[in-house]
T-cell receptor, first 117, second 111 residues
Framework: GAGVSQTPSNKVTEKGKYVELRCDPISGHTALYWYRQSLGQGPEFLIY????????DSGLPNDRFFAVRPEGSVSTLKIQRTERGDSAVYLC???????????????FGPGTRLTVL | DAKTTQPNSMESNEEEPVHLPCNHS???????IHWYRQLPSQGPEYVIH???SNVNNRMASLAIAEDRKSSTLILHRATLRDATVYYCILRDSSYDYKLSFGAGTTVTVRA
């Protein structure tokens, strides 16, 4: 079946611009996660959705970052006034909402590589 | 958050076993041990997880110490495709939905 998809695969933008990154989770998965991965480091948690609501956005670095999931499926990560330090790979993952979250494998997309010039 | 410690890198020969250690001395009774790996230009992928007993699946085996303060991921016959980064992660069964990745162990496989 189809896995998690992310678009675009690459995004180059200029400092100060606004960008949107899209995630299509696996069909039927109610949990969705965004992570950010800088070069040479492991992924870092940003935000977690259960259905349409953001259950935990504690990983968002500042108020320039915002994410939505209006219909409980596709999610968009939005970054305002981009800075060079925002350059990273942004990863999306989804998992089924079966009781006992720690059992649930997370399925990751290939990521969007964001470069801010 | 409970933390894990892994070696930065390990080397192996093709078709030989690889034993990847992970220390988690502050593990709590409700923490599950998860392993993910990340192939180049891809997102992480799940490998295996366990709580107390050793676990086997088609990808690997997980050996958990009796005191649970350490564990070992075992790749039985390394292939060139196994040469990548492996992450050992603790997740609390009661509330921990997110994955907290460290730097992981980079495995090199010699042909």
């Amino acid at each position: 079946g189809a896995g998690v998809s992310q678009t675009p695969s690459n995004k180059v933008t200029e400092k100060g611009k606004y960008v949107e990154l899209r995630c299509d989770p696996i069909s039927g998965h109610t949990a969705l996660y965004w992570y950010r991965q800088s070069l040479g480091q492991g992924p870092e948690f940003l935000i977690y959705f259960q259905g349409t609501g953001a259950a935990d956005d504690s990983g968002l670095p500042n108020d320039r970052f915002f994410a939505v999931r209006p219909e409980g499926s596709v999610s968009t990560l939005k970054i305002q006034r981009t800075e060079r330090g925002d350059s990273a790979v942004y990863l999306c993952a989804s998992s089924p909402d079966v009781g006992g979250r720690s059992y649930n494998e997370q399925f990751f997309g290939p990521g969007t590589r964001l470069t801010v010039l | 958050d409970a933390k894990t410690t892994q070696p930065n890198s390990m080397e192996s020969n093709e078709e030989e076993p690889v034993h990847l250690p992970c220390n988690h001395s502050t593990i709590s009774g409700t923490d599950y041990i998860h392993w993910y790996r990340q192939l180049p230009s891809q997102g992480p992928e799940y490998v295996i997880h366990g709580l107390t007993s050793n676990v086997n699946n088609r990808m690997a085996s997980l050996a958990i110490a009796e005191d649970r303060k350490s564990s070992t991921l075992i790749l039985h016959r390394a292939t060139l495709r196994d040469a990548t980064v492996y992450y050992c992660i603790l997740r609390d069964s009661s509330y921990d939905y997110k994955l907290s990745f460290g730097a992981g162990t980079t495995v090199t496989v010699r042909a």
